[in-house]
């Protein structure tokens, strides 16, 4: 049978996940240059947030009611966070050298997954998420749905449309290009650039909520250093698709989603090729199409080259 | 009766350099002045301190007879005090309407915004040729045009043009600075740095020359256009 359709739905899934992560990424470093290594910590905490959203709601509680609560209380774990780091760790770095703040986002990171680790009840080994039950969708013979992958390809997709809206019509959306492209020039437009950059932690921490969500949904369990791998492959996402920008980010996820999926399922079958196959070398060749992307469009996908100033 | 602007005794340092050491100047409604002198005397810097984006180390600045020290950029210009900045700075992915608009921000009265956009248009008819095309693509002289449209957008008390005409071509040049004029005899206050100190002086009220910091004459733009001195450093004559 043709395994085709349903790799590429697998790969389509892993992808929208990976892409909301990587707006978090993508809408920082597009404001203030600022790689958010922590960035996959946020998305943790937003589990764990969910999580307790959760455990709170009375038991058998379905999860159509559920689902949206638990990423309200996600949401609300994940940007109080990170409107706190950038208040307390990353503003008072702003204009100093680049290193400063990278170095404070590699720490941050490792603070923020020993406190989930020592102060969250059980976290030291995984927690159980609740998992989406009943009948997945069997689209054709050879495509089946699973019911959390179903959930993010029809999420990812609003979450991104109304990002674009928001960025494009509003008038916190063009502060937030104005301050993106010359953030001294915004100021002299009147507008409040720390009150735009606090305003793209949190938009980046609450879609890595709804990413937790969706992890948690479809792994069944969530631990307190999951940030760290999907964060590294959303940001490797981010940079496939150009840093800096939204749809970017999900296309670089889509991409890197695919190709992790289709090399799972065929490398293998091409002669010689037997041993450098299957799940374990997934990783491997998701960096490699980075590698060869960068090569030949160092700006990525959608990147804009940067050009000098005037 | 009191100045719109009144600068006393203003100092600005970056780190331990002190880049303006203590000048002195006002700006009354309705004047144009001008800030000469050469690459390095403080005249950027100084409308980067009124605007807000740089911090006075001393020294009082009072607008509209509220003072500004501490005020962060983006609450001044609210008071009505609008910077064009050196080398113009539009917003290049936008377009030149979303330029437009970005300079009236703060403003709420759409129908007021739309009157005004028309009115940029009117001053620099290529703006509305161009208005849905990337500021980016525009021509220095044109970009020129969108930042001075852009800075009077938010109704400004006073216009601060920070080297209109750098890096354009003559007859760019020429257009900008008739522009000023225009400007001028519609009542614009303008606070106008500029190197082309012969334009600048036939056109402005009051001059003054700045030098490594500090203000070394003053005087009408008539006065200083004549004053040998001035001639020989600034006009290029022996």
Not at chain 2, 155 to 173: A, F, H, N, T, Y
Request: charged content about 15%; aromatic content about 6%; hydrophobic content about 50%.
């Amino acid at each position: 049978m043709n395994e085709l359709p349903q790799q590429l739905a697998n790969g389509l899934a892993l992808g929208a996940l990976y892409g909301l992560i990587a707006i978090g990424y993508t809408m920082v470093y597009g404001i203030v240059q600022l790689i958010n290594f922590a960035h996959g910590e946020i998305f943790m905490i937003g589990g764990f947030g969910a999580l307790t959203t959760y455990i709170g709601l009375p038991s058998g509680i379905s999860l159509f009611v559920a689902i949206p609560l638990m990423i309200i209380g996600g949401a609300i774990a994940s940007v109080g966070v990170a409107v706190l780091a950038e208040r307390f760790a990353y503003r008072p770095l702003r204009g100093a050298p680049r290193l400063a703040p990278l170095i404070t986002a590699i720490g941050l990171s490792i603070v923020l997954q020993q406190l989930v680790w020592g102060w969250y009840p059980d976290a030291k080994k995984a927690r159980s998420f609740p998992e989406f039950t009943g009948e997945s969708f069997k689209i054709l013979d050879n495509l089946i749905i699973q019911r959390a992958d179903a959930f993010v390809l029809v999420l990812a997709p609003l979450c991104m449309l109304a990002l674009g809206l928001f960025v494009s019509k509003s008038r916190n959306g063009r502060a937030m290009q104005a301050t993106a492209q010359d953030p001294d020039t915004a100021k002299l437009m009147g507008i409040n650039t720390d009150r735009i950059i606090v305003m793209a932690f949190a938009i980046g921490a609450a879609f890595a909520a709804i990413a937790a969500v969706v992890y948690g949904l479809d792994k069944g369990q969530i631990q307190f250093e999951m940030g760290f791998i999907l964060g590294l492959k959303a940001f490797t996402a981010a940079v496939l698709g150009g840093i800096g920008n939204i749809y970017g980010a999900m296309v670089g996820g889509v991409v890197l989603g695919l190709a992790e999926a289709l090399s799972i399922a065929y490398i293998e079958e091409i002669p010689g090729m037997q041993q450098l196959g299957g799940g374990a070398w997934a990783n491997v060749w998701a960096f490699v199409l980075l590698i060869v992307v960068l090569l030949v469009r160092p700006q990525g996908l959608l990147g804009e080259r940067v050009a000098d100033r005037a | 009766m009191t100045a719109l602007l009144e600068v006393e005794d203003l100092r600005v340092a970056y780190g331990k350099i002190e880049a303006v050491k203590g000048i002195s100047f006002s700006v009354e409604a309705g004047q144009v002045v001008t800030l000469i002198g050469t690459n390095g005397a403080g005249k950027t810097t100084t409308l980067r301190t009124l605007s807000g984006l740089l911090r006075p180390s001393g020294g009082r600045i009072s607008f509209d007879g509220k003072p500004l020290a501490g005020y962060p950029a983006h609450k001044i210009v609210a008071l009505g005090l609008a910077h064009s900045p050196e080398g113009r700075h539009i917003f290049p992915r936008l377009s030149i309407v979303e330029n437009l608009r970005l300079g009236a921000f703060l403003r709420t009265d759409k129908a007021g915004i739309e009157q005004d956009i028309e009115r940029a248009y009117d001053l620099f008819p290529i703006l509305r040729e161009r208005s849905k095309q990337a500021a980016g693509t525009l021509s220095g002289g044109e970009q020129q045009m969108l930042a001075m449209g852009r800075a009077l957008m938010c109704q400004p008390k006073l216009l601060m043009l920070d080297e209109p005409s750098m890096g354009l071509s003559p007859i760019m040049m020429q257009k900008i600075m008739s522009t000023i004029t225009e400007l001028k005899s519609r009542g614009t206050t303008i606070l106008l740095v500029e190197q082309n100190a012969q334009a600048a002086l036939s056109l402005a009220d009051q001059g003054h020359v700045m030098e490594v910091g500090r203000i070394v004459l003053s005087g009408t733009g008539e006065h200083l256009l004549h004053d040998e001195s001035v001639r020989k450093a600034y006009l290029g004559e022996d």
